[in-house]
């Protein structure tokens, strides 16, 4: 099994190893994927991808998916590849590669936002890393091609290569929103600046943090830095890795799943200036924690905790409020989650407000202290990790699988 590492955004190799060890391997996170209720039934659209961390519709039967590792975006039609239309140059080490995409129809343009890591070698895995970088691209109107790259971010690559986050996200504003992680090396050190908590580290540089800009790359007047400052697209803070974010359909607000270190992984709802504690704290934090110890950018960003978390690593992954009526009102609005550790789809209800979860008996604590409370939150497993989640223009689910090289649809 490939290392978490080598996910759309990675985990440190220790980590991995500690989920290897909470996994049977060939009973849960090699299995055939399968899902809790009969009422559900799962389809394969299409396989033979390699790698692949994310998609976006473009019509019926029609969609984009990219590749991590060769830096391809393949148009897929009436569940077949119908070719390749971009194949990028991109750095593979660890979480490095091809790692976000989301599309937006603007008038007559259709928009294709991509988040990579740009290498200068056209030879996977070879060459030095450029950057992990924001481009937004026009799809070609044959939609055969992407023309046009606009750089929107350049953010640190190094000087490791791991935890780079890699979910992008056009917001219900029209704003395009990127988690980055704090971009650690293989001994575990990663960037320490004040965006992660250190009161004395040097100004914040796109590490560890939710980027906000224009569709033109401008940064959002709100943003928590000043504008004028370099990097100063931060909408949230503090944050170690994310896999998957979305917005409430309802609300309007946003929400991200978080893995922690060996524990403590996290569902967090974000609003702006939002601080995740990391490297100060992960998880619930303790009784008489300190946040005076915390940075605020001079009161503009404030602390909030999780509204659950994972004691024992799931790793979580994509994050889904499944605005859809397919599934019926039970499911409605819901929340799905990925994890890598099981290839699990977790299924979660709001609460009356909607901005906690609705959880019940050994869960009403907001923790997991083991699988076994876990399992009326399971809706499927054995994804063979699900990198994204997606609602289809036929209002059903989809899934991209990293290691199955597949996309499945979900209907009832």
């Not at 091809?98 to 070879?126: A, C, H, P, W």
């Not at 909408?235 to 524990?263: C, Q």
């Not at 605005?323 to 019926?328: A, V, W």
Request: charge should be negative.
């Amino acid at each position: 099994m490939s290392p978490f590492a080598h996910l759309i955004a990675g985990l440190v190799i220790s980590y991995c190893l500690a989920v290897l060890m909470l996994v049977d391997e060939d009973s849960v996170a090699l299995g055939e994927p399968n899902l809790q209720s009969a009422e559900f039934h799962l389809d394969k659209i299409v396989d033979g991808l390699a790698r692949p961390t994310g998609l976006t519709f473009l019509g019926p039967d029609d969609f984009l998916v990219i590749e991590e590792d060769t830096g391809k975006v393949k148009r897929v039609v009436d569940g077949e590849i119908s070719q390749t239309i971009l194949d990028l140059d991109v750095s593979t080490d660890d979480s490095r590669g091809l790692m976000g995409i989301d599309s937006y129809q603007n008038g007559s343009k259709t928009f294709v936002f991509l988040y990579y890591t740009e290498s200068t070698s056209s030879r996977d895995g070879e060459g030095d890393p450029l950057g992990n970088r924001l481009y937004r691209y026009e799809l070609s109107d044959d939609k055969n091609s992407l023309i046009n790259p606009k750089l929107l971010l350049d953010l640190p690559a190094g000087p490791g290569s791991m935890d780079n986050g890699g979910p992008v996200l056009v917001g219900p504003d029209k704003y395009i929103y990127l988690v980055v992680g704090q971009i650690q090396d293989d001994h575990g050190v990663g960037h320490q600046t004040k965006a992660q908590n250190f009161e004395e580290g040097v100004d914040a540089d796109g590490t560890s943090g939710v980027h906000r800009v224009t569709q033109d790359g401008k940064v959002v007047a709100t943003g928590i830095l000043d504008p004028a400052a370099e990097k100063s697209g931060y909408f949230a803070y503090g944050i170690r890795n994310s896999f998957g974010m979305d917005f409430d359909p309802i609300t309007g607000k946003l929400w991200l799943s978080e893995n922690g270190v060996h524990t403590n992984d996290e569902i967090n709802l974000v609003e702006s200036g939002f601080n995740g504690g990391w490297k100060d704290v992960t998880g619930l934090a303790p009784s008489g924690f300190d946040y005076s110890g915390l940075v605020s950018f001079n009161g503009t960003g404030k602390y909030s905790d999780p509204k659950f978390v994972w004691n024992h690593t799931v790793a979580p992954t994509a994050l889904l409020f499944f605005n859809s009526d397919s599934f019926g009102p039970d499911y409605k609005n819901d929340i799905f989650v990925g994890d890598y550790a099981f290839g699990r789809i977790y299924h979660f209800e709001l609460d009356s407000e909607r901005t906690g979860l609705r959880l019940n008996g050994t869960l009403s604590d907001e923790v997991a202290n083991s699988d076994s409370e876990l399992q009326s939150t399971i809706f499927g497993e054995g994804f063979g990790v699900p990198t994204d989640l997606e609602i289809g223009p036929d209002g059903l689910l989809y899934v991209s699988s990293l290691r199955d090289g597949a996309v499945y649809k979900v209907t009832r």
